[in-house]
């Protein structure tokens, strides 16, 4: 988000080195980290068009000075600020007060519905709460901060104030990373506040959280990692890592992924310097856990892991070999991850869950031709699957072949009239092609199955506008950005409402906010 905030420049008066930590995407092709080298590594992140315009992470001494504009709540600055870092991270660790008792409690509530030893879901449930909010609380609610003056509230402040406003907390980004830091420190994880800026989009603050060292006893980085992917759909998942002692951190800022998405791992903050601070860093530091659930999954990616999970089955089975091609999807090694398919069919010709497994692979590396034809083929062998028909009805939509789409979406939502994902794509599809009352109708069935969707509530709210109830879509379209602040579709069809309603003003800044997201996106 475009945001005041603290400095412009790190003045290194004592001229001593500093440490670095390296951006780096855990994806499709990059998983077994453990194996690459430190040259290897920083290749990687220098070379990942994702992380374009994402620099290291500095961590300057205790004895440097900071100097930063104080711009308070517009863009230009208004007078310089000088402080030691010791002295800016005194100021961070009273504000993140995790001894304040409304504080804690506001942890332990969200914590406590996913009961475990510092596991990753209790972070989860701290960042959708704070992102998106819980029945008829609101997400964060974004406020600037009185003009000449960067004010940094307390955690219990953005609390109170959002309390009595109807939402998860207000203020800032760096009272949201503040926020953020208190309550997953509340609930015993370790967390760092890093300051961003660039030339674009003026500065910003995130929250970041010790995951582990990678070749730590006990480590479960890995795993961890593969627990956000399946958990939130995604093959990129966005952390820093120390390659002097292969500490690994986890990004926990509001932005959205390629999908519009937010979720712990997202996208970083394209900027020019990153100025990590740590908290409370005078304590060691506690690595995160998978989720009790899920300690008896087999570590993702080793031979020993592969070796295993084929023992499991019966050897030579279809199972065994779908299990190995899972391990091999889960490493980003896609082709053999097919082979493997192959052979698991090859077992047993029968087996529909192979075929939709290739189907998946194949849409990983967009080639939709040959996912259509794998979801066919899964189709055949299983008609009632109501997952594959929408898995084709998305290969369809790909192609840009939405009629179709809605057919293979109907079959899935007849099949299955609680498959949220096959309404709420179809909805989109039927928007595309004009038929709004359809898409009307789809959407508002998406969003009766998950209410918290912002994409749902952003095609109902695009079946609304082109229906011509335009107050009705603007309420949709806000809606849609309370959930997701991120999702600059929604804001750019929030404007096209409000212009629609005379109120250019406010439509004016909402196309605003949607051209920062897509500066911010494209790492402008």
Request: negative net charge.
């Amino acid at each position: 988000m475009s945001v005041r905030i603290i400095w412009l420049c790190i003045a290194l008066l004592m001229g001593v080195a500093v440490a670095e930590d390296i951006p780096y995407i855990f994806s499709e092709n990059s998983m077994n980290v453990s194996s690459f080298s430190v040259g290897q590594l920083e290749e990687m992140s220098a070379t990942s068009p994702d992380l374009a315009g994402i620099p290291a992470v500095v961590a300057p001494s205790d004895d440097e000075t900071l100097q930063f504009p104080v711009t308070g709540g517009g863009s230009m600055a208004e007078g310089e600020t000088e402080k030691l870092t010791r002295d800016f991270k005194a100021t961070l660790d009273s504000r993140v007060e995790v001894d304040n008792p409304s504080v804690h409690y506001e942890a332990l509530v969200l914590a406590a519905r996913y009961p475990g030893d510092h596991t990753i879901d209790q972070i989860c449930s701290i960042y959708g709460y704070l992102k998106n909010g819980n029945g008829s609380t609101r997400g964060w609610s974004y406020v600037p901060d009185p003009r000449g003056l960067d004010y940094f509230n307390y955690a219990n402040e953005s609390l109170r104030a959002g309390s009595q406003s109807g939402c998860a907390g207000a203020g800032d980004c760096d009272d949201f990373a503040i926020l953020m830091s208190a309550l997953v420190e509340s609930v015993g994880g370790t967390t760092r506040i890093i300051m961003a800026k660039n030339a674009t989009t003026g500065g910003h603050a995130y929250t970041e959280v010790y995951l582990g060292r990678l070749d730590g006893d006990g480590s479960q980085v890995r795993d961890i990692i593969e627990w956000l992917s399946q958990k939130f759909q995604t093959n990129k998942i966005y952390t820093h890592i120390d390659t002097d002692t292969g500490e690994v951190w986890l990004n926990l800022d509001w932005g959205s992924d390629e999908r519009g998405n937010s979720h712990p791992g997202g996208p970083f903050f394209p900027g020019d310097r990153h100025l990590v601070l740590c908290i409370r860093d005078q304590l060691s530091r506690t690595p995160l856990k998978v989720p009790d659930a899920a300690v008896e999954k087999t570590a993702v990616g080793s031979s020993a892991a592969i070796t295993s999970l084929i023992r499991a089955a019966e050897p030579g089975s279809a199972e065994s070999w779908i299990n190995k091609g899972q391990s091999l999807l889960d490493l980003g090694k896609y082709y053999e991850a097919i082979d493997a398919y192959n052979k698991a069919i090859e077992a047993d010709q029968t087996c529909s869950a192979a075929w939709k497994r290739k189907g998946y692979v194949f849409s990983i590396l967009k080639r939709y031709e040959d996912s259509l034809q794998s979801y066919e083929k899964a189709i055949e062998l299983d008609p009632e699957d109501a997952e594959a028909w929408a898995d084709k009805g998305l290969s369809l939509e790909k192609m840009g072949k939405d009629e179709p789409a809605i057919k293979a979406y109907n079959t899935a939502t007849d099949l299955d009239p609680d498959n949220m994902r096959a309404w709420l794509n179809k909805g989109g599809a039927l928007d595309r092609v004009g038929r709004y009352s359809e898409g009307l109708v789809a959407s508002e069935k998406a969003i009766e199955l998950d209410d918290t969707s912002s994409k749902a509530w952003n095609n109902k709210g695009d079946a609304l506008f082109n229906l011509g109830r335009y107050d009705e879509s603007l309420a949709a379209f806000e809606r849609a950005v309370e959930l997701d602040p991120g999702n600059q579709a929604a804001w750019t069809n929030m404007g096209t409402a409000l212009n629609m309603l005379g109120r250019k003003s406010e439509a004016y800044a909402a196309f605003a906010r949607a051209n920062e997201l897509q500066a911010k996106s494209q790492g402008k």
